[in-house]
Nanobody
């Protein structure tokens, strides 16, 4: 059984910052690419950022220069530092990990999500 648990969401004023964390646990053989997605009310889930096991990163245009994704392979964890938050960033944020359980093939696993609300 694999679990991804996010934390760090909350209510923040426009221009503020939050740091999201996501830790994977269970019978994990190896974790490959890790991702952050978000889903605003009434909208589809969309990719925010991704990071490979080696540390290569990719960002969606709407968060470039405001958000930073990082990971700690020893802790099976991924982080999202969000600065200069805007009301449009309000959404549920989900982490996803492409990982192998035991000697099984690589599959994507999702966390349960954490709410981020940007409002004055």
């Amino acid at each position: 059984q694999v679990q991804l648990v996010e934390s760090g969401g909350g209510l923040v004023q426009p221009g503020g910052s939050l740091r999201l964390s996501c830790a994977a646990s269970g019978r994990i053989f190896s974790i490959y690419t890790m991702y952050w997605y978000h889903q605003a009310p009434g909208k589809q889930r969309e990719l925010v950022a991704s990071i490979t096991r080696g540390g290569s990163t990719n960002y969606s245009d709407f968060v470039k220069r405001r958000f930073t994704i990082s990971r700690d392979n020893a802790k099976n964890s991924v982080y999202l530092q969000m600065n200069n938050l805007e009301p449009e960033d309000t959404a549920v944020y989900y982490c996803k990990a492409d990982l192998a359980v035991g000697a099984a093939t690589i599959q994507g696993y999702w966390g349960q999500g954490t709410q981020v609300t940007v409002s004055s």
